[in-house]
């Protein structure tokens, strides 16, 4: 199954956030949180959305792998607006 986390922290992904749109992560309701390596741990709450983790593929430019994490929608929508109003 996929991993569920309750609360989202952020580690190593700044450069990664930066490329990417705050309207495009609320349109999609995922959220990049953690990077280890060449993967990147994305927080959803739909699972099944794979389009929108190939364009975050295409969006960053880079060789990466993504890795689903379930997370309750507030908790995403809370830490996309507690990151990119901070900045």
Known sequence: GIPYISHIKLQGIENILKKISKSFLKKHKI????????????ATSSPTNY???????FIVGEEIET????????????AIDREYDRA
Request: glycine letters at 4%; proline letters at 6%; charged letters at 35%.
């Open 67 to 78: 890795e689903l994490v379930l997370a309750p929608q507030r908790e995403i929508l809370k």
């Open 51 to 57: 389009q929108a983790m190939e364009e975050i593929a």
């Open 31 to 42: 959220f990049p949180y953690k990077k280890e390596g060449e993967k990147v741990f994305i």
